[in-house]
């Protein structure tokens, strides 16, 4: 079992910045891949960002490079996403979620953290 616990959301206005956290405790293993999604009302949730837990190798949705890092504190089993240059288009509900490496499924996710950017 793996709990993702995501905290940080909050209301900012565009151009601003926010760092969310993802704290990831239980069975925690080295091949573990966190991922960030975001869903927006009336959306599909969407890829936002992934880091290895094992070598902090990192992937990023288009719409958030150059925007948007992720980031690993193995010590603070946390992972976090620093957001820059915040956009009324990156309003969503942001979630965590953990899958094994070199498959797709992700098996567990954190009841996620509202952020919202006004103009």
């Known amino acids: 079992q793996v709990q993702l616990v995501e905290s940080g959301g909050g209301l900012v206005q565009a151009g601003g910045s926010l760092r969310l956290s993802c704290v990831v405790s239980?069975?925690?293993?080295?091949?573990?891949?966190i991922s960030w999604f975001r869903q927006a009302p009336g959306k599909e949730r969407e890829f936002v960002a992934r880091i290895s837990w094992n070598d902090g190798s990192t992937g990023y949705a288009d719409s958030v490079k150059g925007r948007f890092t992720i980031s690993r504190d193995n010590a603070k089993n946390t992972v976090y996403l620093q957001m820059n240059s915040l956009k009324t288009e990156d309003t969503a509900v942001y979630s965590c979620?953990?899958?094994?490496?070199?498959?797709?499924?992700?098996?567990?996710w954190g009841q996620g953290t509202q952020v919202t950017v006004s103009s």
């Open positions: 239980g069975r925690i293993f080295s091949y573990y891949v």
């Open positions: 979620a953990s899958r094994a490496s070199g498959t797709s499924s992700y098996g567990y």
